[in-house]
């Protein structure tokens, strides 16, 4: 019993997803792909969009630097 627990809190979130997806190797491996592909879409098409604003990329902070002294 206590093996079977281990390894099943082991497997994490990713082991939780194969177990619950339908059909064979095949399937779920199809399923896990289009799922991914899914995942990677909305991050580029909302979620980075989004944040995008949020995200300190233009605060440069570095100037003339070492060109200044020579």
């Given at each position: 019993?206590?093996q079977?627990?281990s390894?099943?809190?082991?497997?994490?979130?990713?082991?939780?997803?194969?177990?619950?997806l339908?059909?064979?190797?095949?399937?779920?491996?199809?399923i896990?792909l289009?799922?991914a592909?899914?995942?990677?879409?909305?991050?580029?098409q909302?979620?980075f969009?989004?944040?995008e604003?949020l995200?300190?990329f233009?605060?440069?902070?570095?100037?003339?630097?070492m060109?200044?002294?020579?």
């Amino acid at each position: 019993m206590q093996q079977a627990l281990s390894t099943a809190s082991r497997s994490g979130m990713y082991g939780w997803v194969w177990r619950h997806l339908p059909g064979n190797a095949w399937v779920k491996a199809l399923i896990s792909l289009l799922l991914a592909c899914a995942v990677v879409y909305l991050l580029f098409q909302y979620v980075f969009p989004w944040a995008e604003p949020l995200l300190p990329f233009n605060d440069v902070t570095v100037d003339e630097g070492m060109g200044a002294i020579r």
